[in-house]
Protein backbone atom coordinates (compact mmCIF):
# COMPACT_ATOMS: atom_id res chain seq x y z
CA UNK A 1 0.00 0.00 0.00
CA UNK A 2 2.76 2.44 0.60
CA UNK A 3 4.71 2.01 -2.86
CA UNK A 4 1.44 2.62 -4.11
CA UNK A 5 0.64 6.09 -2.52
CA UNK A 6 4.29 7.27 -3.40
CA UNK A 7 4.14 6.07 -6.87
CA UNK A 8 1.03 6.65 -7.45
CA UNK A 9 0.26 3.71 -9.03
CA UNK A 10 -0.18 -0.10 -8.69
CA UNK A 11 2.68 -2.65 -7.76
CA UNK A 12 2.08 -4.25 -10.74
CA UNK A 13 3.79 -1.32 -12.55
CA UNK A 14 7.10 -1.64 -10.81
CA UNK A 15 9.89 -3.16 -13.41
CA UNK A 16 11.42 -6.79 -12.17
CA UNK A 17 13.79 -6.80 -9.56
CA UNK A 18 17.28 -7.43 -9.95
CA UNK A 19 17.16 -10.91 -8.15
CA UNK A 20 13.59 -12.02 -10.54
CA UNK A 21 15.98 -11.43 -13.62
CA UNK A 22 18.50 -13.47 -12.15
CA UNK A 23 16.37 -16.17 -11.25
CA UNK A 24 14.24 -15.88 -14.92
CA UNK A 25 17.71 -16.18 -16.38
CA UNK A 26 18.12 -19.62 -14.22
CA UNK A 27 15.01 -20.96 -15.66
CA UNK A 28 16.48 -20.29 -19.02
CA UNK A 29 19.82 -21.60 -18.55
CA UNK A 30 18.40 -24.85 -17.42
CA UNK A 31 17.27 -25.68 -20.58
CA UNK A 32 20.37 -25.71 -22.52
CA UNK A 33 22.43 -27.62 -19.75
CA UNK A 34 23.48 -31.02 -21.02
CA UNK A 35 22.32 -32.56 -17.11
CA UNK A 36 24.26 -32.91 -14.25
CA UNK A 37 28.07 -32.06 -14.77
CA UNK A 38 30.48 -34.51 -14.00
CA UNK A 39 31.94 -35.05 -10.41
CA UNK A 40 35.30 -34.33 -10.59
CA UNK A 41 36.05 -34.25 -7.54
CA UNK A 42 36.40 -37.76 -7.10
CA UNK A 43 38.47 -38.59 -10.22
CA UNK A 44 42.12 -39.37 -9.01
CA UNK A 45 43.33 -39.17 -12.76
CA UNK A 46 44.51 -35.95 -13.12
CA UNK A 47 44.76 -35.92 -17.05
CA UNK A 48 40.93 -37.01 -17.55
CA UNK A 49 40.27 -34.60 -15.02
CA UNK A 50 41.79 -31.52 -16.30
CA UNK A 51 39.86 -32.40 -19.55
CA UNK A 52 36.65 -33.02 -18.11
CA UNK A 53 37.51 -29.38 -16.85
CA UNK A 54 37.65 -28.29 -19.92
CA UNK A 55 34.35 -30.03 -21.57
CA UNK A 56 32.32 -29.09 -18.77
CA UNK A 57 33.65 -25.22 -18.96
CA UNK A 58 32.75 -25.03 -22.42
CA UNK A 59 29.42 -26.57 -21.92
CA UNK A 60 28.37 -24.03 -19.47
CA UNK A 61 29.44 -20.91 -21.42
CA UNK A 62 27.52 -22.35 -24.77
CA UNK A 63 24.41 -23.02 -22.07
CA UNK A 64 24.69 -19.33 -20.96
CA UNK A 65 25.22 -17.80 -24.53
CA UNK A 66 22.12 -19.48 -25.90
CA UNK A 67 19.74 -18.47 -22.98
CA UNK A 68 21.00 -14.87 -23.73
CA UNK A 69 20.29 -15.10 -27.46
CA UNK A 70 16.61 -16.71 -26.46
CA UNK A 71 16.22 -13.66 -24.18
CA UNK A 72 17.48 -10.44 -26.17
CA UNK A 73 16.97 -12.16 -29.63
CA UNK A 74 13.75 -14.15 -29.81
CA UNK A 75 11.49 -11.72 -28.36
CA UNK A 76 8.70 -13.68 -29.91
CA UNK A 77 6.63 -16.04 -27.83
CA UNK A 78 4.62 -19.38 -28.93
CA UNK A 79 0.90 -19.86 -27.72
CA UNK A 80 -1.54 -22.83 -27.60
CA UNK A 81 -5.05 -23.15 -27.00
CA UNK A 82 -6.14 -22.36 -23.03
CA UNK A 83 -9.54 -23.67 -22.39
CA UNK A 84 -11.45 -22.39 -19.51
CA UNK A 85 -13.60 -24.38 -16.76
CA UNK A 86 -15.05 -27.65 -18.10
CA UNK A 87 -13.81 -26.94 -21.81
CA UNK A 88 -11.43 -29.27 -24.10
CA UNK A 89 -9.16 -27.55 -26.77
CA UNK A 90 -9.84 -30.89 -29.05
CA UNK A 91 -13.43 -29.74 -29.12
CA UNK A 92 -12.67 -26.32 -30.86
CA UNK A 93 -13.52 -26.28 -34.23
CA UNK A 94 -11.29 -24.63 -37.27
CA UNK A 95 -14.31 -22.22 -37.90
CA UNK A 96 -14.09 -20.87 -33.98
CA UNK A 97 -10.20 -20.18 -34.14
CA UNK A 98 -10.66 -18.61 -38.12
CA UNK A 99 -12.93 -16.31 -36.63
CA UNK A 100 -10.40 -14.73 -33.70
CA UNK A 101 -7.70 -14.61 -35.91
CA UNK A 102 -5.83 -12.42 -38.07
CA UNK A 103 -6.70 -11.93 -41.57
CA UNK A 104 -3.15 -13.10 -42.69
CA UNK A 105 -3.22 -16.14 -40.38
CA UNK A 106 -6.78 -16.73 -41.38
CA UNK A 107 -5.64 -17.53 -44.99
CA UNK A 108 -3.82 -20.44 -43.97
CA UNK A 109 -7.32 -22.32 -43.60
CA UNK A 110 -8.30 -23.94 -46.64
CA UNK A 111 -8.83 -26.84 -48.56
CA UNK A 112 -7.64 -27.80 -52.32
CA UNK A 113 -9.72 -30.27 -54.23
CA UNK A 114 -8.67 -32.40 -57.06
CA UNK A 115 -10.82 -35.52 -57.13
CA UNK A 116 -9.03 -37.14 -59.81
CA UNK A 117 -5.00 -36.58 -59.31
CA UNK A 118 -5.02 -38.14 -55.00
CA UNK A 119 -3.97 -38.83 -53.25
CA UNK A 120 -1.40 -36.30 -52.65
CA UNK A 121 2.00 -36.21 -50.58
CA UNK A 122 3.79 -33.45 -50.14
CA UNK A 123 6.74 -31.52 -48.46
CA UNK A 124 7.95 -28.09 -47.33
CA UNK A 125 11.51 -26.00 -47.67
CA UNK A 126 13.53 -25.54 -44.15
CA UNK A 127 12.03 -22.32 -44.12
CA UNK A 128 8.74 -23.17 -44.90
CA UNK A 129 7.99 -20.50 -47.81
CA UNK A 130 7.33 -23.20 -50.80
CA UNK A 131 5.76 -26.17 -50.79
CA UNK A 132 5.90 -29.14 -53.51
CA UNK A 133 3.32 -31.71 -53.53
CA UNK A 134 2.17 -34.72 -56.04
CA UNK A 135 -0.57 -36.88 -56.93
CA UNK A 136 -0.17 -40.99 -57.28
CA UNK A 137 -1.19 -39.94 -60.73
CA UNK A 138 1.68 -37.79 -61.46
CA UNK A 139 0.90 -34.19 -60.92
CA UNK A 140 3.36 -32.15 -59.34
CA UNK A 141 3.24 -28.43 -58.31
CA UNK A 142 5.45 -26.11 -56.19
CA UNK A 143 3.16 -23.68 -54.50
CA UNK A 144 4.98 -20.34 -52.87
CA UNK A 145 2.82 -20.19 -49.61
CA UNK A 146 3.33 -16.52 -48.71
CA UNK A 147 1.55 -15.10 -51.60
CA UNK A 148 -0.02 -18.60 -52.09
CA UNK A 149 1.22 -18.16 -56.25
CA UNK A 150 1.47 -21.65 -58.55
CA UNK A 151 5.03 -21.44 -59.40
CA UNK A 152 5.61 -24.17 -61.19
CA UNK A 153 2.98 -27.20 -62.46
CA UNK A 154 3.37 -30.34 -64.72
CA UNK A 155 1.75 -33.83 -65.56
CA UNK A 156 5.01 -36.62 -65.23
CA UNK A 157 1.99 -38.77 -66.95
CA UNK A 158 3.55 -42.07 -65.03
CA UNK A 159 2.70 -42.80 -61.11
CA UNK A 160 4.29 -41.00 -58.42
CA UNK A 161 4.97 -42.41 -55.08
CA UNK A 162 6.67 -39.53 -52.77
CA UNK A 163 8.59 -35.52 -53.50
CA UNK A 164 10.80 -33.81 -51.52
CA UNK A 165 12.80 -30.72 -51.77
CA UNK A 166 16.68 -30.65 -51.73
CA UNK A 167 19.02 -28.14 -50.36
CA UNK A 168 16.70 -25.37 -51.61
CA UNK A 169 13.68 -24.56 -53.17
CA UNK A 170 15.28 -24.90 -56.63
CA UNK A 171 15.54 -28.19 -57.05
CA UNK A 172 13.68 -31.23 -55.82
CA UNK A 173 13.20 -35.15 -56.30
CA UNK A 174 10.15 -36.60 -57.41
CA UNK A 175 10.16 -40.73 -57.02
CA UNK A 176 8.32 -41.96 -59.83
CA UNK A 177 7.54 -45.41 -61.39
CA UNK A 178 10.39 -47.01 -62.06
CA UNK A 179 13.02 -44.52 -61.07
CA UNK A 180 13.73 -41.37 -59.00
CA UNK A 181 14.25 -38.33 -60.95
CA UNK A 182 15.54 -35.08 -60.09
CA UNK A 183 13.88 -31.57 -61.50
CA UNK A 184 14.62 -27.68 -61.33
CA UNK A 185 11.99 -25.48 -60.46
CA UNK A 186 11.45 -24.53 -63.87
CA UNK A 187 10.11 -28.25 -64.05
CA UNK A 188 13.77 -30.04 -66.46
CA UNK A 189 14.83 -33.28 -65.81
CA UNK A 190 18.04 -32.93 -64.48
CA UNK A 191 18.97 -36.40 -63.55
CA UNK A 192 17.55 -40.25 -63.78
CA UNK A 193 18.77 -42.64 -60.72
CA UNK A 194 18.46 -46.04 -62.12
CA UNK A 195 20.29 -47.58 -60.00
CA UNK A 196 18.17 -46.70 -56.51
CA UNK A 197 15.03 -48.45 -58.76
CA UNK A 198 11.48 -48.13 -58.00
CA UNK A 199 11.80 -46.21 -55.00
CA UNK A 200 8.79 -45.98 -52.29
CA UNK A 201 9.90 -43.29 -49.88
CA UNK A 202 12.30 -39.83 -49.83
CA UNK A 203 14.12 -38.17 -47.70
CA UNK A 204 16.98 -35.47 -47.97
CA UNK A 205 19.22 -34.53 -44.84
CA UNK A 206 20.72 -31.06 -45.57
CA UNK A 207 23.45 -30.80 -43.04
CA UNK A 208 25.06 -33.43 -45.72
CA UNK A 209 23.28 -33.03 -49.12
CA UNK A 210 22.60 -37.13 -49.10
CA UNK A 211 19.29 -37.76 -50.73
CA UNK A 212 18.30 -41.16 -49.07
CA UNK A 213 15.67 -43.54 -50.90
CA UNK A 214 13.84 -46.27 -50.05
CA UNK A 215 12.97 -48.74 -52.69
CA UNK A 216 10.09 -51.62 -52.98
CA UNK A 217 12.88 -54.23 -52.02
CA UNK A 218 13.63 -52.99 -48.80
CA UNK A 219 16.84 -51.26 -49.90
CA UNK A 220 18.44 -48.24 -47.82
CA UNK A 221 20.14 -46.02 -50.71
CA UNK A 222 22.35 -42.50 -50.06
CA UNK A 223 23.29 -40.75 -53.04
CA UNK A 224 25.77 -37.00 -52.54
CA UNK A 225 23.45 -34.41 -54.66
CA UNK A 226 26.68 -32.50 -55.20
CA UNK A 227 28.78 -35.47 -56.63
CA UNK A 228 26.71 -37.67 -58.25
CA UNK A 229 27.89 -41.04 -56.63
CA UNK A 230 26.04 -43.84 -54.49
CA UNK A 231 28.10 -43.63 -51.24
CA UNK A 232 26.84 -46.89 -49.83
CA UNK A 233 23.64 -48.55 -48.38
CA UNK A 234 22.27 -48.58 -44.79
CA UNK A 235 24.43 -46.04 -43.27
CA UNK A 236 26.72 -44.86 -45.33
CA UNK A 237 29.53 -46.19 -43.70
CA UNK A 238 28.26 -49.21 -42.91
CA UNK A 239 26.48 -52.22 -44.67
CA UNK A 240 24.56 -53.21 -41.55
CA UNK A 241 22.25 -51.31 -39.67
CA UNK A 242 23.17 -49.73 -36.43
CA UNK A 243 20.64 -50.45 -34.17
CA UNK A 244 17.43 -53.06 -34.78
CA UNK A 245 14.42 -52.10 -32.27
CA UNK A 246 11.10 -54.32 -31.60
CA UNK A 247 8.80 -52.11 -31.76
CA UNK A 248 5.56 -53.65 -32.25
CA UNK A 249 4.56 -57.30 -32.24
CA UNK A 250 3.27 -55.86 -36.13
CA UNK A 251 4.04 -54.22 -38.99
CA UNK A 252 4.77 -50.43 -38.01
CA UNK A 253 2.26 -48.25 -39.95
CA UNK A 254 3.93 -44.63 -39.75
CA UNK A 255 7.27 -43.17 -38.12
CA UNK A 256 8.90 -39.74 -37.15
CA UNK A 257 11.31 -38.28 -35.16
CA UNK A 258 11.52 -35.39 -33.06
CA UNK A 259 13.40 -32.33 -34.07
CA UNK A 260 15.59 -32.18 -30.99
CA UNK A 261 16.59 -35.97 -32.00
CA UNK A 262 15.67 -37.71 -29.05
CA UNK A 263 12.55 -38.73 -29.49
CA UNK A 264 10.89 -41.13 -31.59
CA UNK A 265 7.12 -41.68 -32.71
CA UNK A 266 5.90 -45.38 -33.84
CA UNK A 267 2.60 -46.35 -34.83
CA UNK A 268 1.37 -50.26 -34.98
CA UNK A 269 -1.27 -52.35 -36.60
CA UNK A 270 -2.18 -52.99 -32.86
CA UNK A 271 -3.67 -49.15 -32.57
CA UNK A 272 -0.81 -47.81 -30.24
CA UNK A 273 1.39 -44.99 -30.44
CA UNK A 274 4.47 -45.96 -28.52
CA UNK A 275 7.12 -42.30 -27.73
CA UNK A 276 10.41 -44.28 -28.02
CA UNK A 277 13.45 -42.05 -25.72
CA UNK A 278 16.73 -42.65 -28.39
CA UNK A 279 19.09 -42.22 -25.69
CA UNK A 280 18.10 -45.60 -23.69
CA UNK A 281 16.08 -46.83 -27.26
CA UNK A 282 12.98 -46.95 -23.88
CA UNK A 283 9.49 -46.63 -24.48
CA UNK A 284 8.43 -43.85 -22.19
CA UNK A 285 4.70 -43.54 -23.11
CA UNK A 286 2.14 -45.86 -24.79
CA UNK A 287 -0.84 -44.17 -26.66
CA UNK A 288 -3.84 -46.72 -27.09
CA UNK A 289 -6.72 -46.13 -29.82
CA UNK A 290 -4.72 -44.82 -32.88
CA UNK A 291 -4.20 -46.18 -36.17
CA UNK A 292 -2.32 -43.89 -37.84
CA UNK A 293 -0.65 -43.95 -41.02
CA UNK A 294 0.90 -40.95 -40.97
CA UNK A 295 2.98 -39.16 -38.17
CA UNK A 296 4.75 -35.60 -37.97
CA UNK A 297 6.38 -33.57 -35.45
CA UNK A 298 6.05 -29.92 -35.23
CA UNK A 299 9.78 -27.37 -34.30
CA UNK A 300 7.94 -27.15 -30.47
CA UNK A 301 6.88 -30.76 -30.54
CA UNK A 302 3.35 -31.22 -31.11
CA UNK A 303 2.87 -35.01 -32.75
CA UNK A 304 0.05 -35.18 -35.37
CA UNK A 305 -1.25 -38.75 -36.82
CA UNK A 306 -3.65 -39.29 -39.34
CA UNK A 307 -6.17 -41.78 -39.62
CA UNK A 308 -8.66 -42.05 -42.24
CA UNK A 309 -10.41 -38.71 -42.65
CA UNK A 310 -9.53 -37.50 -39.01
CA UNK A 311 -6.12 -35.64 -38.23
CA UNK A 312 -5.27 -35.70 -34.53
CA UNK A 313 -2.70 -33.37 -32.81
CA UNK A 314 -1.16 -34.75 -29.31
CA UNK A 315 0.97 -32.29 -27.04
CA UNK A 316 3.44 -32.14 -24.33
CA UNK A 317 2.64 -29.67 -22.16
CA UNK A 318 3.73 -30.81 -18.89
CA UNK A 319 7.66 -31.23 -20.64
CA UNK A 320 7.62 -34.98 -18.97
CA UNK A 321 7.27 -36.80 -22.58
CA UNK A 322 3.07 -37.38 -21.52
CA UNK A 323 1.47 -36.50 -25.05
CA UNK A 324 -2.16 -35.52 -24.44
CA UNK A 325 -5.00 -34.73 -26.75
CA UNK A 326 -4.46 -31.40 -28.12
CA UNK A 327 -6.87 -30.85 -31.03
CA UNK A 328 -8.67 -32.37 -33.90
CA UNK A 329 -9.94 -32.00 -37.18
CA UNK A 330 -12.09 -34.15 -39.18
CA UNK A 331 -12.17 -33.87 -43.68
CA UNK A 332 -14.77 -34.63 -45.45
CA UNK A 333 -16.19 -38.02 -45.25
CA UNK A 334 -14.86 -40.55 -47.78
CA UNK A 335 -11.08 -38.56 -48.10
CA UNK A 336 -8.35 -40.80 -46.92
CA UNK A 337 -5.55 -38.68 -45.30
CA UNK A 338 -1.89 -39.77 -46.78
CA UNK A 339 0.45 -38.27 -45.23
CA UNK A 340 0.20 -34.87 -42.52
CA UNK A 341 3.04 -31.89 -42.70
CA UNK A 342 3.70 -29.21 -40.30
CA UNK A 343 4.68 -26.09 -41.93
CA UNK A 344 7.70 -24.70 -40.59
CA UNK A 345 7.62 -21.17 -38.64
CA UNK A 346 3.65 -21.21 -38.74
CA UNK A 347 1.02 -22.75 -36.54
CA UNK A 348 -0.42 -24.98 -40.09
CA UNK A 349 -0.66 -28.15 -40.74
CA UNK A 350 -0.95 -29.22 -44.03
CA UNK A 351 -2.83 -32.85 -44.78
CA UNK A 352 -2.50 -34.33 -48.18
CA UNK A 353 -5.08 -36.57 -48.62
CA UNK A 354 -6.77 -39.08 -51.72
CA UNK A 355 -9.05 -35.41 -53.34
CA UNK A 356 -6.22 -32.81 -52.50
CA UNK A 357 -4.69 -31.25 -49.56
CA UNK A 358 -5.83 -29.38 -46.69
CA UNK A 359 -4.42 -26.68 -44.40
CA UNK A 360 -5.71 -25.72 -40.80
CA UNK A 361 -4.35 -24.29 -37.82
CA UNK A 362 -2.78 -25.46 -35.04
CA UNK A 363 -1.83 -22.36 -32.31
CA UNK A 364 1.78 -22.96 -30.78
CA UNK A 365 2.86 -25.44 -33.24
CA UNK A 366 5.35 -23.41 -35.18
CA UNK A 367 8.38 -21.70 -33.97
CA UNK A 368 7.93 -18.18 -33.34
CA UNK A 369 11.28 -17.07 -34.38
CA UNK A 370 13.14 -17.46 -37.39
CA UNK A 371 17.36 -16.84 -37.66
CA UNK A 372 17.77 -15.86 -41.12
CA UNK A 373 20.67 -17.37 -41.10
CA UNK A 374 19.32 -20.78 -41.20
CA UNK A 375 16.05 -20.21 -42.54
CA UNK A 376 15.01 -16.86 -44.07
CA UNK A 377 11.02 -16.93 -45.24
CA UNK A 378 11.72 -13.36 -47.30
CA UNK A 379 15.01 -14.63 -48.96
CA UNK A 380 16.26 -12.71 -52.13
CA UNK A 381 17.82 -14.50 -54.85
CA UNK A 382 20.93 -13.26 -53.72
CA UNK A 383 20.63 -14.71 -50.82
CA UNK A 384 19.70 -17.79 -51.88
CA UNK A 385 23.04 -18.03 -53.89
CA UNK A 386 25.32 -17.25 -50.81
CA UNK A 387 23.45 -19.62 -48.63
CA UNK A 388 23.95 -22.49 -50.93
CA UNK A 389 27.75 -21.59 -51.25
CA UNK A 390 28.14 -21.72 -47.82
CA UNK A 391 26.25 -24.62 -47.09
CA UNK A 392 28.10 -26.78 -49.57
CA UNK A 393 31.21 -25.33 -47.41
CA UNK A 394 29.39 -26.44 -44.42
CA UNK A 395 28.74 -29.55 -45.38
CA UNK A 396 29.29 -32.84 -43.28
CA UNK A 397 30.79 -36.29 -44.33
CA UNK A 398 29.08 -39.12 -44.07
CA UNK A 399 31.08 -40.51 -41.29
CA UNK A 400 29.49 -38.00 -39.33
CA UNK A 401 26.26 -39.79 -39.05
CA UNK A 402 26.71 -41.71 -36.21
CA UNK A 403 24.58 -42.87 -32.60
CA UNK A 404 26.75 -40.85 -30.05
CA UNK A 405 26.90 -37.25 -31.19
CA UNK A 406 29.18 -36.24 -28.49
CA UNK A 407 32.25 -37.59 -30.81
CA UNK A 408 31.76 -34.97 -32.81
CA UNK A 409 34.28 -32.17 -33.01
CA UNK A 410 36.54 -34.43 -30.57
CA UNK A 411 40.30 -36.09 -31.51
CA UNK A 412 39.76 -39.41 -32.17
CA UNK A 413 42.62 -41.25 -30.26
CA UNK A 414 45.27 -43.45 -32.55
CA UNK A 415 44.51 -46.95 -32.68
CA UNK A 416 45.84 -49.91 -34.63
CA UNK A 417 43.80 -51.01 -37.23
CA UNK A 418 41.99 -54.49 -36.42
CA UNK A 419 41.78 -56.85 -39.04
CA UNK A 420 38.29 -57.74 -39.72
CA UNK A 421 37.42 -61.85 -38.43
CA UNK A 422 36.60 -64.06 -41.26
CA UNK A 423 32.89 -64.32 -39.82
CA UNK A 424 32.66 -60.59 -40.50
CA UNK A 425 34.39 -60.86 -44.08
CA UNK A 426 31.56 -63.72 -44.49
CA UNK A 427 29.28 -61.91 -43.78
CA UNK A 428 29.93 -58.75 -45.72
CA UNK A 429 30.45 -60.88 -49.10
CA UNK A 430 26.86 -62.46 -48.01
CA UNK A 431 25.36 -59.11 -48.06
CA UNK A 432 27.49 -57.77 -51.25
CA UNK A 433 26.09 -61.26 -52.85
CA UNK A 434 22.14 -60.94 -51.69
CA UNK A 435 22.16 -56.93 -52.90
CA UNK A 436 23.18 -58.49 -56.76
CA UNK A 437 21.17 -60.27 -56.38
CA UNK A 438 17.96 -58.48 -56.05
CA UNK A 439 18.87 -55.95 -59.30
CA UNK A 440 16.62 -56.30 -61.81
CA UNK A 441 17.77 -57.13 -65.12
CA UNK A 442 16.81 -55.19 -68.07
CA UNK A 443 14.45 -57.24 -70.21
CA UNK A 444 16.18 -57.41 -73.84
CA UNK A 445 14.61 -58.06 -77.72
CA UNK A 446 13.62 -61.72 -78.64
CA UNK A 447 16.30 -64.31 -78.65
CA UNK A 448 18.68 -62.37 -76.34
CA UNK A 449 16.33 -62.66 -73.22
CA UNK A 450 16.62 -66.42 -73.45
CA UNK A 451 16.91 -68.07 -69.39
CA UNK A 452 20.52 -69.43 -69.82
CA UNK A 453 21.85 -65.92 -70.87
CA UNK A 454 20.13 -64.67 -68.04
CA UNK A 455 21.57 -67.15 -65.28
CA UNK A 456 24.80 -66.72 -66.90
CA UNK A 457 24.83 -62.71 -66.59
CA UNK A 458 23.62 -62.98 -63.12
CA UNK A 459 26.53 -65.31 -62.33
CA UNK A 460 28.90 -62.66 -63.80
CA UNK A 461 27.44 -60.17 -61.43
CA UNK A 462 27.56 -62.23 -58.66
CA UNK A 463 31.33 -63.21 -59.31
CA UNK A 464 32.23 -59.56 -59.66
CA UNK A 465 30.88 -58.75 -56.58
CA UNK A 466 33.06 -61.48 -54.66
CA UNK A 467 35.85 -60.48 -56.38
CA UNK A 468 37.86 -57.82 -53.99
CA UNK A 469 36.86 -60.28 -51.11
CA UNK A 470 38.52 -63.04 -52.64
CA UNK A 471 41.51 -60.82 -53.64
CA UNK A 472 41.75 -59.99 -50.31
CA UNK A 473 41.84 -63.38 -49.01
CA UNK A 474 44.54 -64.19 -51.86
CA UNK A 475 46.73 -61.01 -50.34
CA UNK A 476 46.48 -62.32 -46.93
CA UNK A 477 47.48 -65.72 -48.06
CA UNK A 478 50.41 -64.26 -49.68
CA UNK A 479 51.67 -62.51 -46.34
CA UNK A 480 51.41 -65.40 -44.74
CA UNK A 481 53.44 -67.30 -46.76
CA UNK A 482 56.25 -65.10 -47.09
CA UNK A 483 56.28 -65.07 -43.55
CA UNK A 484 57.13 -68.46 -43.60
CA UNK A 485 59.84 -68.26 -45.49
CA UNK A 486 61.38 -65.79 -43.84
CA UNK A 487 60.86 -67.41 -40.36
CA UNK A 488 62.49 -70.41 -38.65
CA UNK A 489 63.09 -73.62 -41.22
CA UNK A 490 59.85 -76.23 -41.58
CA UNK A 491 60.86 -79.83 -40.85
CA UNK A 492 60.78 -81.62 -43.78
CA UNK A 493 58.96 -85.42 -43.83
CA UNK A 494 61.34 -88.52 -43.39
CA UNK A 495 60.80 -89.48 -47.28
CA UNK A 496 62.46 -86.42 -48.35
CA UNK A 497 65.20 -85.73 -45.53
CA UNK A 498 68.08 -87.64 -47.86
CA UNK A 499 67.63 -84.89 -50.63
CA UNK A 500 68.76 -82.05 -48.48
CA UNK A 501 71.91 -80.55 -49.12
CA UNK A 502 74.36 -81.16 -46.56
CA UNK A 503 76.51 -78.42 -45.16
CA UNK A 504 80.28 -78.46 -45.42
CA UNK A 505 82.44 -79.71 -42.29
CA UNK A 506 84.30 -76.68 -41.11
Known amino acids: MGLEEETGGSAKDVPPTEQELSAEFDTTLQKYLRGEGADLEALKDKKLKGQLTVREKLYGNSAKAAAKFEKWLMPSEGGYLEAEGIEKTWRIKQDQITREVDILSSRNQYDIVLKDLGPYTLDFTPSGRYMATAGRKGHVAIVDMKSMELIREMQVKETVRDIVFLHNETFFAVAQKKYPYIYNRDGIELHCLKEHGAVSRLQFLKNHFLLATVNKFGQLRYQDVTTGGTVSMWKPTSAAPLVKMLCHHGPISALAFHPNGQLMATCGREKK ?191 KAKKPFIEKEMQEAGKLAGKRKLGEETELPASLKRFVRKKAAV
Open 273 to 463: IKIWDLRKFEVVQTIPGHHAKTLDFSQKGLLAAGTGSYAQVLGDFSGSQNYSRYMGHSIAKGYQIGKVSFRPYEDVLVMGHSMGWSSILIPGSGEPNFDTWVANPFETSKQRREKEIHTLLDKLPPETIMLDPSKIGTVRPYKKREKPTKEEMEAEKEAAVEAVKDIALKKKTKGRNKTSKRVMKRKVLID
